[in-house]
């Protein structure tokens, strides 16, 4: 099976950094047209790493896989992921990723945390 074709960026959780993800996404996917969507989400999975996990820097990565999209936000802290069909007290970014990702969701492993959403890049 092939492997995706990934793009990655570090960045410290400074507020600001969330629209430098943004740069880097659009950077990556200049003929996606589900661009907005794919902003969208990086915005939020960036903020989520600034906001709520403690750690000193995160890193974001596209990766491409024909069609196929995924945009994913990793980190050293320790953030609480809200599960699908909650109610997140903090806001709406989950809720806004559910809306707009074709999948999404999170995963643990030791030391790190990391937050993912896919797109399929066509609109038909």
């Known amino acids: 099976m092939a492997e995706p074709i990934e793009f990655a960026v570090t960045l410290p959780t400074t507020p600001v950094m969330a629209g430098v993800a943004r740069v880097h996404v659009a950077s990556v996917l200049t003929d996606t047209p589900r ?14 790493a600034i906001r709520f996990s403690g750690a000193a820097e995160f890193t974001v990565t596209v990766g491409v896989l024909g069609e196929r999209v995924r945009i994913t936000v990793t980190d050293t ?7 699908r ?7 709406y970014g989950v809720g806004l990723v559910a809306l707009l990702a074709d ?13 993912w959403a896919e797109i399929i890049r066509r609109t038909s």
Not at 35 to 48: G, H, K, M, P, R
Not at 104 to 115: I, L, M
């Open 35 to 48: 661009l907005d969507d794919a902003l969208v989400i990086a915005s939020e999975l960036a903020t989520s």
């Open 77 to 83: 802290g320790r953030r609480r992921w809200i599960e």
């Open 85 to 91: 069909g909650s109610v997140d007290p903090f806001g």
């Open 103 to 115: 999948d999404f969701g999170h995963d643990r492993t030791a030391g790190t945390s990391a937050a």
